[in-house]
């Protein structure tokens, strides 16, 4: 039987970064809001603390933080003439799960997008002409602008304590920083992280070439920090167990770090544990939402109602929970008609290995997530793509996050896979190597999306999502271009052998490239070619708002979660000032 | 040697294997950590002798003098206290007598110093005050799994497990005197000592009220024969 709960103002799906931003400024608005998350509560003491947290093999290997893809899979083609079949381990993508969402295990890496980017379509037609780009491509402008995200941008670093060095303030290009970023109307709220000693051979070799070598920005604090929500961080130690992991210290910026302690504190806001909510209610118009449905951990039902739904869980998660719950039309490849699922896209990831005499001493295990060097030079929009046959780019970086023992072991090509002479070799070069990142763009098209699968079902008897994707062309042109050009830099550092690792198809699951999945409930100014319109506030149900990666058109060259937290200060914005005042639509289609 | 030393002494023959050099640090240069290592491991071990100008405070086998909140020397370790040193000289770890005798070593000095401590063992000193049960277990907690309400991480997230210190990162805390660690989270706490790196001692002194500081240095205290 199922349980009607007593109504809310606002329902919030998933408590992690997005979550806990929208329910603390609407609990302290004045609303009564619950937060349904599915995994478990969890803080930074006990749960985080080492030496547990440093388990390589629980953590890493065995992906303890991640979602449980034994009650909850995903299922997996390159192309819709195949068989999609369940992702029984991850490997490819890691969405995380309990208090804080994937937040809790990032690397803490924390760019902005740039103000090409946030056009990309008009401005690719208008630079290279309409007919540049293959026909399948759907890229599009997400009916924002860089300009219009700027303060939230700030807000949302502010938020953070993001370390790093600006390169751009209000037009002035600044030394050290990125020239090539948009520009920002003040400094990051604490100065860069140290630079490693990879970083700095980096640095060197990219000037000597003529590039812009500047220091990651990185949410793994450089200092202590107190943030607007009052909250304390500490200065980052370098111990290397960013990603996958959770930070010990309180110097990484996670929910639990940056906000949830102040939304905790707000009686308007009750958090619920281990609620696995089945699907948006919709009334019998099917445009207005009157709830959700969840099952808790004892498998319990209930129906819990609400005045306004908010969709913040993971990106691919977000997708699902519309397509479960028919909240906008499904994506239909052989017509193109249909928006829920459509435009998933991923990150373009390459990369290049240097190889160094033993003199040459990196220590990779002194480091944090996001404490590399690197450039811009090849990202985005930065360089002229005419004449390439392809759009978009890749950051290039000594980024290295860490030299665990299990996983880190660069070895040259041609050596054994496994046996006494791989084991020579890792001895030989696990202090001696250096390994760049190219962290690409990736183009939506209109063979890749995501939608139900027809077999197989979750533990509760829901339909599992199905990921049809493979790699565009022009993004395997980009990375090999790309790839090329860092393959130089690592030459410029003096290596003995260099080896660079362009990005090639198929796509595959069973190799981690990296956990920016986008796409899906697409943003845009036309309801035709987007699920939720500027102010991620869906076209078909005005009550019900998605926030995640989910949002964006095509994911750009950089990591997504700088974008997302400003997107949601956008949201949040629109909320409180535009939607909660007068509910409606706020976008007339 | 006591079981610490034994186990700190294992530990660097490893690294002398890659850093067999005698120590030769030139006027101008840092010495490098293997070469503190490399001095550490060959430097008289056993009962070995203080030097003069410290076992005075220090202690003949560098015990310490937890009265006078003199710390414990022996077995700590070199590359930590070849910094401590060092910032005495620099006056970026400010007291008025070390600041002295440190200024008047040389840098070879200061790492023969270091390594020789490095190589002591001493006998733990009794508690003057031993603690109750409850601020035995509150030490336990702080050090063991840190406060969340206090926001502050476990203790032996940096100063490795148990307290024992992590080579070149940060000193042991097991064995050393309640009296000592207490006035130096205090000096963390109140700004007089700021040689901390990303000021991470000053960031969690500042979260710890006497009762726990009492708690947690106090468990420590007694930490050094039960566990090492």
């Known amino acids: 039987m199922v349980q009607r709960l007593k109504e809310v103002d606002v329902v919030v799906i998933g408590v992690g970064m997005v979550g806990s931003m929208v329910a603390k400024e609407l609990a302290a608005a004045g609303y009564k809001v619950v937060g349904l998350e599915r995994g478990q509560t969890r803080f930074t003491v006990?749960?985080?603390?080492?030496?547990?947290?440093?388990?390589?093999?629980?953590?890493?290997?065995?992906?303890?933080?991640?979602?449980?893809?034994?009650?909850?899979?995903?299922?997996?083609r390159n192309q819709s003439s195949q068989t999609a079949l369940p992702i029984r381990r991850w490997e490819s993508f890691l969405p995380g799960t309990g208090l804080g969402g994937s937040m809790v295990h990032w690397n803490g890496q924390t760019y902005r997008f740039q103000a090409n980017d946030f056009q990309l379509a008009t401005r690719t037609r208008e630079r290279y002409g309409k007919n540049f780009l293959d026909p399948d491509v759907t890229i599009q402008d997400w009916g924002v602008t860089y300009e219009e995200l700027e303060p939230y941008y700030d807000r949302f670093e502010h938020l953070l304590g993001t370390s790093g060095k600006a390169g751009n303030i209000k037009g002035r290009i600044q030394a050290g920083g990125d020239p090539h970023e948009s520009p920002r109307s003040r400094e990051y709220p604490t100065p860069p992280q140290k630079e490693h000693f990879q970083g700095a051979m980096f640095r060197k070799a990219a000037s000597s070439l003529g590039y812009h070598p500047f220091p990651q920005p990185s949410s793994n604090l450089s200092q202590p920090y107190t943030n607007p929500e009052g909250m304390k961080l500490n200065a980052c130690v370098f111990c290397g167990f960013c990603e996958r992991y959770a930070c010990e210290h309180y110097a990484k910026s996670t929910p639990q770090t940056i906000i949830l302690p102040v939304l905790l504190a707000n009686p308007n806001f009750e958090l619920r544990t281990g609620c696995q909510v089945q699907r948006i209610n919709l009334d019998s118009t099917k445009k207005h939402a009157t709830g959700v449905t969840y099952i808790d951990a004892v498998g319990r039902e209930f129906e819990q109602p609400a005045s306004l739904v908010i969709t913040a869980s993971f990106a691919l998660n977000n997708v699902?929970?519309?397509?479960?719950?028919?909240?906008?039309?499904?994506?239909?490849?052989?017509?193109?008609?249909?928006?829920?699922?459509?435009?998933y896209a991923y990150q373009t990831m390459s990369s290049v290995a240097s190889f160094f005499d033993e003199d040459v001493i990196i220590n990779p295990f002194m480091a944090s997530g996001a404490s590399g060097t690197l450039i811009n030079d090849f990202a985005g929009d930065n360089f002229d793509h005419a004449g390439l046959g392809f759009i978009g780019g890749a950051f290039i970086g000594a980024v290295n996050t860490n030299g665990r023992p299990i996983q880190y072991h660069p070895v040259p090509p041609g050596t054994p896979k496994w046996g006494k002479g791989w084991k020579q070799a890792v001895v030989k070069h696990y202090?001696?190597?250096?390994?760049?990142?190219?962290?690409?763009?990736?183009?939506?098209?209109?063979?890749?999306?995501?939608?139900?699968?027809?077999?197989?079902?979750?533990?509760?008897?829901?339909?599992?999502?199905?990921m049809t994707f493979d790699f565009p062309q022009n993004d395997l042109k980009m990375a090999a271009h790309v790839t090329a050009?860092?393959?130089?830099?690592?030459?410029?550092m003096g290596a003995k052998q260099v080896e660079g690792s362009p990005r090639k198809g198929p796509y595959t699951v069973t190799q981690y490239q990296t956990t920016h999945n986008t796409g899906g409930t697409v943003m845009g100014d036309n309801p035709k070619t987007s699920v939720v319109n500027r102010y991620l506030q869906s076209w078909d149900v005005p009550n019900v708002f998605v926030v995640g990666a989910s949002n964006y058109p095509q994911n750009a060259s950089w990591n997504p979660t700088c974008t997302l937290g400003a997107l949601t200060y956008w949201a949040i914005d629109a909320l409180k000032n535009k939607y909660l005042k007068n509910p409606g639509h706020l976008v007339s289609a | 040697m006591n079981?610490?030393?034994?186990?700190?002494?294992?530990?660097?023959?490893?690294?002398?294997?890659?850093?067999?050099?005698?120590?030769?640090?030139?006027?101008?240069?840092?010495?490098?950590?293997?070469?503190?290592?490399?001095?550490?491991?060959?430097?008289?071990?056993?009962?070995?002798?203080?030097?003069?100008?410290?076992?005075?405070?220090?202690?003949?086998?560098?015990e310490g003098m937890a009265a006078a909140h003199v710390p414990r020397l022996a077995g700590q370790s070199a590359g930590y206290l070849l910094k401590q040193l060092n910032d005495y000289a620099q006056g970026t770890r400010d007291n008025p007598i070390m600041r002295?005798?440190?200024?008047?070593?040389?840098?070879?000095?200061?790492?023969?110093?270091a390594a020789r401590y490095a190589a002591m063992s001493a006998p733990f000193a009794a508690q003057t005050t031993p603690l109750n049960e409850v601020q035995l277990a509150r030490g336990h907690q702080l050090a063991f799994q840190g406060s969340e309400t206090k926001r502050v991480q476990?203790?032996?997230?940096?100063?490795?497990?148990?307290?024992?210190?992590?080579?070149?990162?940060?000193?042991?805390?097991?064995?050393?005197?309640a009296e000592y660690l207490a006035s130096a989270i205090k000096a963390f706490q109140q700004g007089t000592r700021k040689?901390?790196?990303?000021?991470?001692?000053?960031?969690?002194?500042?979260?710890?009220?006497?009762?726990?500081?009492?708690?947690?240095t106090g468990y420590y205290a007694t930490q050094g024969t039960a566990t090492h």
């Open chain 1, 46 to 76: 006990p749960e985080f603390q080492s030496p547990a947290i440093h388990d390589e093999l629980r953590f890493d290997v065995r992906k303890a933080l991640m979602q449980d893809n034994t009650r909850e899979a995903m299922t997996f």
């Open chain 2, 195 to 216: 040689n901390d790196a990303g000021e991470l001692m000053r960031s969690v002194a500042q979260r710890l009220d006497d009762t726990d500081i009492t708690a947690v």
């Open chain 2, 154 to 177: 476990a203790c032996d997230s940096c100063h490795g497990p148990d307290g024992v210190g992590v080579d070149l990162a940060a000193p042991y805390l097991a064995g050393q005197s």
């Open chain 2, 3 to 62: 079981p610490r030393s034994r186990r700190r002494a294992g530990l660097l023959s490893g690294s002398l294997l890659i850093a067999v050099m005698p120590y030769a640090p030139t006027a101008s240069a840092a010495p490098a950590p293997t070469q503190v290592q490399a001095a550490a491991t060959t430097a008289p071990v056993g009962p070995a002798a203080a030097a003069p100008p410290c076992e005075a405070c220090h202690g003949a086998h560098g």
């Open chain 1, 485 to 492: 050009k860092a393959v130089e830099i690592g030459k410029a």
């Open chain 1, 320 to 343: 699902r929970m519309l397509l479960l719950s028919g909240v906008g039309a499904p994506y239909d490849p052989a017509t193109g008609q249909g928006v829920v699922g459509r435009n």
């Open chain 2, 100 to 113: 002295n005798f440190a200024k008047a070593l040389s840098e070879k000095q200061r790492m023969e110093f």
């Open chain 1, 431 to 466: 202090n001696h190597s250096v390994m760049f990142s190219l962290h690409g763009s990736s183009l939506a098209q209109k063979q890749n999306y995501l939608d139900l699968d027809p077999t197989y079902r979750d533990a509760w008897g829901q339909p599992l999502l199905r």
